[in-house]
């Protein structure tokens, strides 16, 4: 039997650690003992190993408490950390559900400015590019013919009398235009 632990034997010593040195000094004291007193030294040696089993028991109780205390500490300051962060979610959340808000309303007045958009757009096409292209095509359009027309006679024609063969004549018109301005 092998004993590690500090116990009291005798009131002169303190504390005596039970090891194998001490455990062979015991074994040679108990040769020396009348014969006897060997039983009730034997009880006590047992006792003795009893107890250091139980002391060694409570010694690993008393370290596993521990650890079970820093670990409780630990997860205490894990949940602390978890809360915080599920609250820094949350506002998270709530911000985004805030901004998604935000964006369906801006998005139904990009929807909204982008109808009205087409239909000023049409109503300019109609009422303005439409009546400008009418007008070149119609007016204008006559006015180039007509012009062009002129420009063909007037290069065809030749003299107000006759001229004579071989001999090449040119009349030149200079025509004036009243323009009309608002005054």
Known sequence: MLFCCNITIFPIFKSFELNFNNLTVLNGLMVKLPAENQPSIKTALAQLDSYNKFYQGLQSYTDGVAQLKEGAKSAVDGSKQLSEGLSSLSDGSNTLVQASSQLKTASNQLAQGSDALVDGLTLFKSKGLDKISSVLNDTVKKDVDTTQELVDLANDYKTFADSKDGV????????????????
């Open 168 to 183: 090449e004549a040119k009349t030149k018109f200079i025509m004036i235009i009243d323009s009309k301005s608002k005054k």
